[in-house]
C-alpha cells in the first residue's frame, strides 16, 4: 500500500499534511500570552513575600514605622504618572485594534516617557528619604528601601518589554515571531503599576495613618 491509499485508509486528507496546508494554518496570535501571566505571577510572590517581611519585621515594634512616615509628596505624582501611562497604554491597545498603527506607537512611546518620569522622581524620593534615614539604620529603613528598589527594577523591565514593542517592524498580527507584544507588554505595565498602588497604601498611607490614630506616637 502506498503511502496516498495509507493516509486515506486511515481518514486523514492528503492536504493536511503538506507543508504548504501546514503554513496556511491561522496563526495563534495569542503566543506568549500565557507565559507572561505565569511570569507575572511569580513575581507577584516576589512582592507577598516582601510585604509579609514588612509586617513580620514591624509586628513586635513598639513602633512601626521606626522614625517618622516617608513624604507623600513624591509618591502621590508618582502614583498619577503610572495611572496617566496605564491610560496612555490602553489609549494606544485600542487605536491598535482599529488599525491606526502608526497612533499607537505614540502612545507606546509616550508610556515609556512617563516611566522613565516615574524613575526620576523615584529617585529623588529615594535620595531624599535616604538622607533623612540611612538605608541601614534598622529594620524599617532596610525593607522600606529594599521594596523601594525591587520596584524599581521590575519597572525598569517593563520599560525594556515597552521599548522592545515600540522597535518591532509591527505592533499588530505577525506572521512570525514575536506575537502579541503590545500586548504581552503592556500586562507587565499593568502589573507594576498595581503593585506600586498597593505600595503607595502599605508603605506610605499606612504608616500616616497610624501616626494620625495614635498622636503619642509624634
Known amino acids: 500500500m502506498n503511502a496516498n491509499a495509507l493516509l486515506e485508509s486511515n481518514g486523514t486528507r492528503r492536504e493536511w499534511v503538506s507543508a504548504q496546508a501546514i503554513r496556511a494554518l491561522p496563526i495563534d496570535q495569542g503566543r506568549g500570552t500565557g507565559a507572561m501571566a505565569w511570569f507575572i505571577a511569580s513575581e507577584a510572590m516576589v512582592f507577598l513575600a516582601l510585604f509579609f517581611s514588612y509586617y513580620y519585621l514591624g509586628h513586635r515594634q513598639p513602633r512601626w514605622p521606626i522614625g517618622d512616615p516617608p513624604s507623600l509628596t513624591l509618591p502621590t505624582a508618582m502614583v498619577f ?8 497604554l490602553r489609549a494606544g491597545g485600542w487605536l491598535l485594534r482599529q488599525g491606526r498603527e502608526l497612533p499607537a506607537r505614540g502612545a507606546l512611546l ?12 523615584n529617585a529623588l524620593d529615594y535620595n531624599s528619604e ?9 529594620p524599617y529603613t532596610s525593607i522600606f528601601y529594599t521594596i523601594d528598589g525591587v520596584h524599581a527594577a521590575h519597572l525598569i523591565l517593563g520599560l525594556l518589554f515597552l521599548l522592545y514593542a515600540a522597535m518591532l517592524p509591527r505592533l499588530g ?8 507584544s503590545y500586548r504581552n507588554a ?4 499593568y502589573f507594576v503599576t ?5 505600595m503607595f497604601a502599605i508603605l506610605y498611607i499606612g504608616p500616616h495613618h497610624t501616626v494620625a490614630a495614635n498622636p503619642a506616637l509624634h
Not at 504618572?81 to 496612555?88: D, N, P, Y
Not at 509616550?110 to 522622581?121: M, Q
Not at 498595581?194 to 498597593?198: R, T
Open 130 to 138: 535616604a538622607r533623612i534615614q540611612p538605608v541601614t539604620q534598622n
Open 173 to 180: 498580527p505577525t506572521e512570525k515571531p514575536p506575537h502579541g
Open 194 to 198: 498595581a503593585v506600586w498602588l498597593v
Open 186 to 189: 503592556a500586562m507587565y505595565w
Open 81 to 88: 504618572i503610572l495611572l496617566l501611562s496605564c491610560v496612555s
Open 110 to 121: 509616550l508610556t515609556v516617557l512617563l516611566g522613565c518620569v516615574f524613575l526620576v522622581l
